[in-house]
T-cell receptor, first 109, second 116 residues
């Protein structure tokens, strides 16, 4: 079966760094997305990785290891507005997105 | 670019009535559109995938006669919740994908449906 695992909830302090992990098992793999979703809003795109390695985009970075079926999203210099759910999603062999349950990130002052 | 709109953004209806939600891609042609449902504090649940001009593919457990999907053009898909009941109250989100190698899904802002 297909499975995406990520922690349910994480707490971090404003200004700090947090890493949100995602492990996956899918039938075929055509890349991995990270989305941010604030409560009551639709998801917004953060990153897409299809090759191994680290992609940096401002305060956010995303890492992928295809051999390990593993990715992480790294958020630096945390701000209160970063409090949201972060969704990991893989593109399977049918080019469908398989969604993780999301990680709720709570930022404390 | 890649903007998707949804209408209405919220709707309240009485039990037994039908509600139509529109999803439009504003600046690209969406060969594939997806409809999701999200209950409070839960992740997105894919309901169905629709390709322009063909019948939608529904996920297991989603009643196709209750959730009617029409994707008549490359910029518009509609979801009609027929004979709505309170348990259908949810956040409905559409997304659209351009053709080619772009697997990213562009999300609409969502529609909050409350059935009383």
């Amino acid at each position: 079966g297909q499975n995406i695992d990520q922690p349910t909830e994480m707490t971090a302090t404003e200004g700090a760094i947090v890493q949100i992990n995602c492990t996956y098992q899918t039938s075929g793999f055509n890349g991995l997305f990270w989305y941010q979703q604030h409560a009551g809003e639709a998801p917004t795109f953060l990153s897409y990785n299809v090759l191994d390695g680290l992609e940096e985009k401002g305060r956010f970075s995303s890492f992928l290891s295809r051999s390990k079926g593993y990715s992480y999203l790294l958020l630096k210099e945390l701000q209160m507005k970063d409090s949201a759910s972060y969704l990991c999603a893989c593109v399977d062999s049918n080019y469908q997105l398989i969604w993780g349950a999301g990680t709720k990130l709570i930022i404390k002052p | 670019g890649a903007v998707v709109s949804q209408h209405p953004s919220w709707v309240i209806c009485k039990s037994g009535t039908s509600v139509k939600i529109e999803c439009r891609s504003l600046d690209f042609q969406a060969t594939t559109m997806f409809w999701y449902r999200q209950f409070p504090k839960q992740s997105l649940m894919l309901m169905a995938t629709s390709n322009e001009g063909s019948k939608a593919t529904y996920e297991q457990g989603v009643e196709k006669d209750k959730f009617l999907i029409n994707h008549a053009s490359l910029t518009l898909s509609t979801l009609t919740v027929t004979s709505a009941h309170p348990e259908d109250s949810s956040f409905y989100i559409c997304s659209a994908r351009d053709g080619g190698q772009d697997y990213e899904q562009y999300f609409g802002p969502g529609t909050r449906l409350t059935v009383t």
